[in-house]
Antibody, heavy 129, light 110 residues
Framework: QVQLQQSGPGLVQPSQTLSLTCAIS??????????WNWIRQSPSRGLEWLGR?????????DYAVSVKSRITITPDTSKNHLSLHLNSVTPEDTAVYYC???????????????????WGQGTQVTVSS | QSMLTQPPSASETPGQRVIISCSGS????????VYWSQHLPGTAPKLLIY???QRPSGVPDRFSGSKSGTSASLAISGLRSEDEADYYC???????????FGGGTKLTVL
């Protein structure tokens, strides 16, 4: 059974960096059959996909245009976790943040993605002084 | 503003059937699979439907999904009180190169 355990501060000062960690059990962060995503949810913006990291012979990252200049998602194979760093935060970044697994399945004829079969418990992050 | 459009709320009585719609465009639902998840306060979201109409192991067959053109729907039959939750559709958008979500539908079981 896959479990994603999130950790990190619930309060971040404006202009600082928001940092969260997602510890993975039951799978490995470098799996060829998975990608590891960060998603956030706020009353004003709803659910918003932020980005993902995945390993396919090398590490790859995809980021949402809305946060591309401020976001870094980093895997740590030694700890089997991934981290989210979002810099220069403003109150607009206040949200519940989730990590989530995206799985890739391949048959003899095709491959397809499954968004998102496992989620973390969510972390409320408030940006305020 | 969500890229996919869902009704903000839906309601039905126990035992009945409810359908939740999700409308998109040719760059998202029109060309990619649709996914549905159930969100309950204080718990991790749960995947209900993947690849338009497939149920993960453990999801009751009361939940079903369908897709036609640039729209998709989630049907829940034999409604139970525990089905009261927020339901979200999601898919990949080729123009944005991003996962996009609906705004969510809050289901009330009367």
């Amino acid at each position: 059974q896959v479990q994603l355990q999130q950790s990190g501060p619930g309060l971040v000062q404006p202009s600082q960096t928001l940092s969260l960690t997602c510890a993975i059990s039951g799978d490995i962060v470098s799996s060829y059959s998975a990608a590891w995503n960060w998603i956030r949810q706020s009353p004003s913006r709803g659910l918003e996909w932020l980005g993902r990291t995945y390993y396919r012979s090398k590490w790859n990252n995809d980021y949402a245009v809305s946060v591309k200049s401020r976001i870094t998602i980093t895997p740590d194979t030694s700890k089997n976790h991934l981290s989210l760093h979002l810099n220069s935060v403003t109150p607009e970044d206040t949200a519940v943040y989730y990590c989530a697994r995206q799985s890739r399945y391949c048959s003899s004829s095709d491959c397809y993605e499954v968004y998102f079969d496992y989620w973390g418990q969510g972390t409320q992050v408030t940006v305020s002084s | 503003q969500s890229m996919l459009t869902q009704p903000p709320s839906a309601s039905e009585t126990p035992g009945q059937r409810v359908i939740i719609s999700c409308s998109g465009s040719s760059s998202n639902i029109g060309t990619n699979y649709v996914y549905w998840s159930q969100h309950l306060p204080g718990t991790a979201p749960k995947l209900l439907i993947y690849r338009n109409n497939q149920r993960p192991s453990g999801v009751p067959d009361r939940f079903s999904g369908s897709k036609s053109g640039t729209s998709a729907s989630l049907a829940i039959s034999g409604l139970r009180s525990e089905d009261e939750a927020d339901y979200y559709c999601a898919t990949w958008d080729d123009s944005l190169s991003a996962v996009v979500f609906g705004g969510g539908t809050k289901l009330t079981v009367l």
